[in-house]
Structure formats: C-alpha cells, structure tokens
C-alpha cells in the first residue's frame, strides 16, 4: 500500500495567479498521476510524472499550463498556471502499488482549488 | 475510442442488495478496477477483475465478462454508509486507467 499527502488541501485563488500543489508519498515510487476532477464529473488524467525524466501530458494539458516536478522517488509538484475560474476542480495525485496480483492505484486526499 | 458507460444515479433501501453495471470498451485490457469514492473524498479500492467470472469480497462483489465488455459490482446488506459514487475503471493496454464518470448510489434508510 502507498500513503499519499497533498499540500494545500484547499484554496482560494484569483484569476491570473498559480498554485503549486505538493504530493508526498511514504514510499519510493516510479510513476505518479495527476488527475483532475471537476464537480460531478469523472476523473481526468493531466499527466504522468515519472522521476527523471519529463513528464508525459495527456490531450488537451499542456506543460505551460500544468508544469509538473519531480525532484525525487517520493515527491512531486503539479503546478496551475494563470488560473481562471474553469480550473476551480479537485486535483489529485495517485501512485500505483502492487499487491502481488495488480497494481492498484493509491490516491492522495486532492486539492480542492476555487478560482474566482 | 475508450468509452465507459454506468448508470449515473441509484437509490437503494439499507439492508436491501443493489448492482451496478458498467459497459465498457478500450484500446487493449488488463483488467477493470472498482473504485468507492465518498463526497469531498478520494477514491478508494474495492476490487480487481482480469479473469471472466465473479470476485467475492465480504458485502462486496465484481464480475466480468470480457467478451462483453461488461462488469458489474454487487453490494449486500447495503448500510447508509455505502452512500457513494462508485467507479468503474478499466485498465487499457498501455495501463492506463480510463475511468467512467461514476454512479451515485443514494442509500434510504
């Protein structure tokens, strides 16, 4: 099993501004997801962010918008650039961790962002 | 393309047995995911499905038929805490979890 912190757990920002949003993990990993998911709405994966190397976006993310850290095998950056109020969502990283049969996903607790 | 489909919303009488059901079409499967997720939370693990048949879990159980790009998650005995969405995620070929958007399960006492 994996446990997942997140930094902040909620904000309230202004349009134009960023947020960084940090994700520790108790153990090393590899991979690390960053999803999206906005009210009602099912999760959307922005990127994976694998340690040394650049991380791989999904359509319609790009890393001016959504620049990603990944300094070390336990934490990881995702960072929301010039935020308008459509970026107001539950952001959320997620490790994999296998059980011995599947690699189930872990997931952190999210960031609850308002843009206003 | 990928595609997901599960009802959207469900209403159950506590105690009573409900089900689930999750189509599904993807690039490639390695298995399909069950995930709880309470409102305001992150979701959690139910269950895993690579193989045809049923997956017995306590008040919990997933099924799959492949063939049919179909599963579906049984919850027993059901309690006001079942009151969730529940997540159906098939894994595709480059393991990518492709998620559905959920079916919100309302429990009535």
């Known amino acids: 099993s994996a446990v997942i912190s997140q930094k902040p757990s909620r904000d309230i920002c202004q349009r134009g501004t960023s947020l960084t949003i940090q994700c520790q993990v108790d153990s090393q990993v590899t991979m690390m997801f960053w999803y999206r998911q906005q009210p009602g709405q099912s999760l959307t994966l922005i990127a994976t962010a694998n340690q040394g190397s650049e991380a791989t976006y999904e359509s319609g993310f790009v890393i001016d918008k959504f620049p990603i850290s990944r300094p070390n095998l336990t934490f990881s950056t995702l960072t929301v650039s010039n935020m308008s109020p459509e970026d107001s969502s539950i952001y959320l990283c997620s490790v994999p961790s296998w059980s011995g049969d599947y690699n189930e996903q872990f997931f952190g607790p999210g960031t609850r962002l308002t843009v206003l | 393309g990928q595609n997901i489909d599960q009802p959207t919303e469900m209403t159950a009488t506590e105690g009573a047995i409900v089900q689930i059901n999750c189509t599904y079409q993807?690039?490639?499967?390695?298995?399909l995911f069950w995930y709880q997720q309470h409102a305001g939370e992150a979701p959690t693990f139910l269950s895993y499905?690579?193989l045809d048949g049923l997956e017995e879990k306590g008040r919990f159980s997933s099924f799959l038929s492949r063939s049919k790009g179909y599963s579906y998650l049984l919850l027993k005995e059901l309690q006001m805490k079942d009151s969730a969405s529940y997540l159906c995620a098939p894994m595709d070929s480059n393991y990518q979890l492709i998620w559905g958007a959920g079916t919100k399960l309302i429990i009535k006492p």
């Open positions: 993807t690039s490639g499967f390695n298995g």
């Open positions: 499905n690579v």
